[in-house]
């Protein structure tokens, strides 16, 4: 008998057999490390030269701009190749972070570091939304592309373990500049992997939208207005960043003016909250197709919460640990729960600008976070900080009454099409709140038996999935393949923008969802703006052709799916 690989070696392998992905993903690991790491170090060098006020005041010096400078980058990347950008975030995440190594070493003035700082912080936000639209133009089939999304999550979450842990230990034998020069050798490599696929990579062009555009009947800003369910879930997440942002602060304090353990343990704690969140992952997956989450969200909310009030009143290092990796894991779980509850309430076609009005909330969320944490400590000392920080998720959820636990009332589940959709190879290693939210979008279709549900030669516009009946799979007159209840099909065509490459057609009566291709790419490739995702689709054909003339395609699919 032949053993089966386990999940998590099948998926790490798919991404190993491509070499672009392999580097793609490599360099990714280095960037999280440099990410987490130097924010750290940053923290206990302020912390160091004007305690936990100094520290707070840095921290959100370096977030306003980091916070200002994504959607410049974003209409950067529409002017050039997605390889070109991601190379230049790496070389610069380098270059800066050198430069503030070099400052520490020399014994600069520190309001000088302080100014080299920002370079690190506005560098380390090109990565993400430069990879989330490169990896399109790189995989060589739909499964690829779903596999480097599950793999960088893997490592977006080892990341917040591993990195403060080493910056830790790194802290104890050496110095903060140790850390930013490390860093700035890891970002060195992750530009010296990426550096081969520089030419590859689309250039789009620029959209004509503008910030007021949010703000019109229908857009993101108005539904914040008018929507008191997606209202309240924006300002919970708000309310949460504002915790981490001062968490983040007063970590340093915990590990230096209340445990005496010095600046090392700032990074060991902060690896308790990252290994909570990594722990979570297990609890997260039941959290798939339930059809009530607010019960979770607020469970969690209270788990946060007297984990934070805790750490206000537990003055040793093994307590503070538990309670962080306790905060660590009801955060994700919040988070999990909150995302999927907001995809629910709000407007499918409107989910990108409504996560990324999220998304500036939370960065202006972390700011005030950082500013309160030296405030409350200064004000009523370091547990008092933690207990009022503590009770901030629960004072907005008692606020807002009996709105929390409404929610669920006006959201939706599709238990039965999550259900099928996880069954495919193709989605099963979506996260929860995009594989609901895919579900969301799937349109019942139900045909007689004989009918043709596609031609070959045909234009692809929709993917398939079988629900219940018998298809029959037909290339070039011949009948190749009969398939039931759990096949998915279509996925060639729209992914390649090739014509189909068979015909279905029902052997029986057959019940179907059909997916229109929008929703389908944005979903494998991880687009913000679906309008992109047939452009991409084409210059990945290209791609291919040129890789091996024209038979990557027939070589790709997958037994499941012809066209």
């Known amino acids: 008998m032949t053993r089966r690989r386990s999940p998590l070696l099948h998926v790490v392998s798919i991404v190993a057999k491509n070499p672009h992905l392999r580097r793609v993903e490599l360099a990714f690991a280095t960037f999280n490390c440099g990410e987490y790491a130097t924010w750290i170090a940053m923290l206990v060098y302020a912390y160091a030269r004007g305690g936990i006020v100094e520290a707070g005041i840095v921290a959100t010096a370096v977030l306003i701009p980091a916070a200002a400078f994504p959607p410049f980058i974003a209409r950067v990347g ?13 070389v610069t995440q380098a270059l800066t972070c050198t430069a503030v190594a070099i400052a520490m070493f020399a014994d600069a003035d520190r309001l000088v570091v302080y100014a080299l700082l920002v370079g690190p912080a506005v560098a380390f936000t090109m990565t993400r939304p430069t990879q989330s639209s490169f990896t399109p133009a790189l995989a060589r089939a739909p499964e690829e592309l779903t596999a480097t999304n599950v793999v960088s999550a893997w490592i977006d979450s080892i990341s917040m373990l591993v990195a403060p842990a080493l910056a830790g230990v790194i802290l104890a034998l050496d110095s903060t500049a140790t850390v930013f020069a490390l860093a700035g050798a890891g970002c060195l490599v992750g530009a010296l992997l990426v550096l081969p696929l520089k030419n590859l990579g689309v250039v789009t062009v620029a959209s004509t939208d503008s910030p007021a555009d949010d703000a019109r009947p229908g857009g993101p800003l108005s539904l914040f207005r008018r929507d008191r369910h997606a209202r309240l879930l924006l300002l919970l997440f708000a309310a949460q960043m504002v915790a981490i942002g001062a968490l983040d602060v007063l970590i340093v304090e915990l590990a230096q003016g209340v445990l005496q353990l010095g600046g090392d343990w700032a990074g060991y704690l902060t690896a308790a909250f990252g290994a909570g969140g990594v722990i979570a992952i297990t609890i997260n ?11 979770p969200l607020v469970i969690a909310l209270v788990v946060w919460s007297l984990a934070f009030m805790g750490l206000g009143t537990v003055p040793t290092a093994v307590g503070a640990l538990m309670l962080l990796g306790v905060a660590g894991s009801a955060r994700a779980t919040f988070d999990v729960a909150g995302r999927t509850l907001l995809q629910r309430v709000a407007r499918s076609d409107l989910l990108a600008r409504v996560f990324g009005l999220l998304e500036g909330l939370e960065m202006g969320a972390l700011a005030i976070g950082s500013l309160l944490a030296p405030l409350l400590v200064t004000l009523f000392g370091v547990s008092a900080a933690f207990i009022c920080i503590g009770a901030i998720l629960p004072v907005v959820a008692i606020a807002t009454g009996r709105t929390l636990l409404d929610i669920d009332r006006h959201a939706t589940v599709p238990v039965v099409q999550i259900a099928l959709l996880r069954s495919l190879p193709l989605f099963a290693g979506l996260p929860p709140p995009t594989l609901e939210s895919l579900a969301r979008a799937l349109e019942p279709v139900s045909v007689a038996a004989g009918s043709i549900l596609i031609e070959q030669g045909a234009e692809g516009d929709r993917f398939f999935v079988v629900a219940d009946g018998e298809v029959e799979i037909i290339r070039d007159g011949e009948l190749v393949a ?8 279509g996925e060639i065509a729209l992914l390649y923008d090739v014509p189909r490459t068979a015909t279905v057609r029902a052997r029986s009566r057959v019940d179907l969802y059909a997916l229109d291709r929008a929703p389908f790419l944005l979903a494998l490739t991880g687009q913000t703006a679906v309008e992109r995702a047939p452009t991409l689709a084409a210059a990945h054909l290209e791609e291919l052709r040129a890789l091996d003339g024209e038979t990557r395609i027939a070589a790709k699919e997958p037994t499941t799916s012809l066209l």
């Open 482 to 489: 009969r398939q039931g209840r759990g096949v998915g099909f």
């Open 78 to 90: 529409e002017r050039y190749s997605q390889g070109k950008v991601l190379l230049a975030g790496y």
């Open 285 to 295: 997956a039941r959290l798939l197709g339930l059809t009530k989450l607010a019960l």
